[in-house]
């Protein structure tokens, strides 16, 4: 199967994913303290949503990912909204990216890169852009149970527990206009075989598989990176595999092990660091913000097609990852 990334990795070398959907929101002013998290804006605001995919749109983001990570039909249920409610809303949340990145497109002065002239002065309109994608988010289980699980695995529940859980977002999402599944923030293995396994079942659509990592050689639940690339290499259901929502300082050893046992793209988007505090659905004090230009360079030296930001990482730190990346290489250091 073709990579969906291939007309960027060849035009430009790399693939800019979006920031964090829920960072945008809480700056737009919306309070997430909820067990839907960023879903609940689905319910209450969905412009806010299409608003913030714009925001990523604009600051240079080539892949926006809808808000289905915490969305549901448990979750949903839990909140007394019925099934085929329940399938509306996350079919909604696909068609609120689809319509931001339609709508930005449709403006002519969205299709170019401002590029510099030589020695300086006005930039000018002459690289054409390509038309961004939309990923269709699949969050883990521990996303449903809002406890803080997704960062280390351990669900106390079967395999096929995870995967009726898991079937039917995942069947719609697959049968909706998203151009990708974006199976992310992954903290347990068998979790992502048994996403693979449905993916399989259910659709010929690309997915792309990102795990949360506990350090730079093992994933949440303390399976070697090593492990999981060859997992990934050899299997037809996984288009791409990499790392989120996971300290940027972890990304280039991990993304280093990922690309030199697969050759499928490999992506990486970093939170901004600090430790999720479940209970207060807020994001402890972080290390040092890193320098996310040079960081993002960083990881596509060390083989990231695919580079962005998770939580705590918004626009403007997207805006600074596109000016590094399209720089010429002796225009920044690695």
Same mark, same amino acid.
């Given at each position: 199967?073709?990579? %969906? ?239 989120? %929502? ?63 930001? %998770? %939580? ?23």
């Amino acid at each position: 199967m073709p990579s %969906c990334f291939d007309a960027f990795l060849h035009s430009q070398g790399f693939v800019l994913v979006d920031g964090g959907l829920a960072t945008e929101l809480e700056s737009a002013g919306h309070d997430l303290n909820d067990p839907l998290w960023s879903a609940k804006v689905l319910l209450q605001a969905p412009e806010a949503v299409r608003a913030a995919h714009a925001a990523y749109l604009r600051a240079g983001a080539d892949c926006v990912i809808t808000a289905t990570y915490q969305a549901t039909f448990e979750g949903l249920a839990a909140r007394g909204v019925a099934r085929a409610e329940a399938a509306d809303i996350m079919r909604s949340a696909v068609d609120l990216a689809v319509s931001a990145r339609d709508r930005f497109w449709a403006e002519p002065a969205n299709r170019t890169w401002p590029v510099r002239r030589p020695g300086g002065g006005p930039a000018k309109q002459s690289t054409a852009r390509i038309r961004p994608l939309v990923a269709a988010s699949i969050g883990p289980y521990g996303a449903f149970l809002a406890d803080g699980s997704e960062y280390h695995g351990k669900y106390g529940v079967a395999p096929e527990a995870l995967a009726d859980f898991h079937r039917p977002r995942l069947r719609l999402l697959a049968e909706s206009p998203a151009d990708i599944l974006a199976c992310e923030t992954i903290p347990s293995f068998t979790e992502a075989q048994v996403l693979a396994a449905l993916v399989e079942d259910a659709t010929d659509k690309p997915a792309w598989f990102t795990f949360t990592c506990r350090d730079a050689g093992r994933l949440s639940d303390g399976t070697p990176i090593d492990e999981v690339a060859a997992w990934a290499d050899e299997t037809a259901s996984v288009s791409a595999v990499g790392v989120n %929502c996971t300290p940027a300082r972890l990304l280039p050893p991990v993304i280093r092990a990922l690309a030199a046992a697969t050759a499928k793209p490999v992506v990486a988007y970093p939170n901004g660091g600090g430790e999720w505090d479940a209970v207060t659905k807020t994001w402890g004090r972080a290390d040092a913000e890193p320098d996310w230009g040079r960081a993002c360079r960083r990881w596509v030296a060390a083989g990231a097609a695919a580079v962005g930001g %998770c %939580c705590r990482v918004g626009p403007e730190d997207i805006g600074t990852m596109r000016t590094a990346l399209a720089a010429p290489s002796h225009e920044t250091h690695t």
